[in-house]
């Protein structure tokens, strides 16, 4: 008969939560991710606990066969990973069957970013909207814009983070760190404009009375703020408007603008991790590709054998 393993997701993805800090989002991403692991498993005679280095590979081929992309089926095989060392670390199994599986191979894709003028005619367009919401859609791709933070971080920043004009902003990424990032003068002038409007967005109690809230961002949802799929799809329709396919703007575009730009006009690797909250330089590095271009404008520039004439 076999052993019952229906509590072992749950209990893994609480340890998630407890130990490691993973979001809301994360923890969902996971839970989808064994439980498609599971049911091929159950499809195939077996558990998490009796399941084989066969039985994994197995289930990866059928990602492959529907056409999942590598990055895609890399991100759930570490699912598949973390799982099985839980089982093992926690004296459910004896070993490891996802120890010996290969990720699959992975091209070399750039992060995709936006010019500084595609980014200069998103702000312009945005700042030509009328009324309450134009003030916050300018105010929210400032502060994208001007600190890099993850959409996550964005709709979820607290009302008291904002408070007396701050010149840093204190934003709560991944597993609770706190970090401090800057803001520039545009992007404080903009939440400036918008504070004065917020209310505006507040929940309204049974009384017609405006409530409170204590995110920067309210809404009448019940989230209790805007959501990652409402500031995507105002995103989408800002780009459209300022003439760029809605295809090459998301918000996570707008991260990458942001360190793309900054190391283009000079900032360093380290610097740039802080701000954007990358635990491993490793993960930054995915912009030196900025750096090499600027690298070899500054040769071609300054360098004299470069300036001399071709013979």
Do not use: C
Not at 229 to 248: C, W, Y
């Amino acid at each position: 008969m076999a052993p019952n393993t229906h509590h072992l997701i749950p209990a893994f993805l609480e340890m998630m939560a407890a130990e490691r800090g993973a979001s809301r989002h994360t923890i969902d991403a996971y839970r989808r991710d064994l439980e498609d692991y599971t049911a091929s498993l159950t499809a195939r005679g077996q558990t998490a606990i009796t399941a084989q280095g066969v039985d994994v590979r197995a289930w990866m081929a059928s990602l492959a066969d529907s056409g999942m992309a590598a990055r895609t089926q890399a991100r759930r095989l570490s699912a598949i990973r973390q799982f099985h060392k839980f089982l093992y670390a926690d004296g459910y199994r004896n070993e490891d069957p996802s120890a010996h599986i290969d990720s699959p191979r992975l091209g070399s894709q750039l992060p995709k970013f936006l010019s500084t003028s595609e980014i200069d005619r998103m702000i312009d367009t945005a700042n030509r909207h009328d009324g309450i919401k134009g003030l916050r859609l300018v105010a929210m791709v400032e502060l994208m814009y001007a600190t890099g933070m993850r959409v996550s971080e964005l709709v979820g920043l607290p009302h008291a983070a904002a408070a007396r004009d701050p010149q840093m902003l204190i934003v709560t990424g991944k597993g609770g760190k706190e970090r401090l990032v800057p803001l520039s003068q545009p992007a404080r002038d903009a939440l400036k404009r918008y504070l004065e409007v917020r209310e505006a967005f507040l929940p309204v109690d049974g009384g017609g009375l405006t409530g409170r809230s204590p995110w920067l961002f309210p809404s009448r949802g019940k989230e209790g703020h805007l959501t990652r799929q409402m500031f995507l799809n105002m995103v989408k329709d800002l780009a459209l408007e300022a003439g760029i396919p809605p295809s090459r703007v998301s918000p996570h575009v707008l991260r990458h603008s942001f360190a793309s730009h900054l190391l283009a006009n000079g900032a360093d690797l380290r610097s740039l991790q802080q701000m954007l909250g990358h635990s491993d330089i490793s993960t930054t590095q995915i912009y030196t590709h900025v750096l090499e271009s600027r690298l070899r404008g500054l040769v071609q520039e300054h360098h004299p054998l470069a300036q001399r004439p071709h013979s």
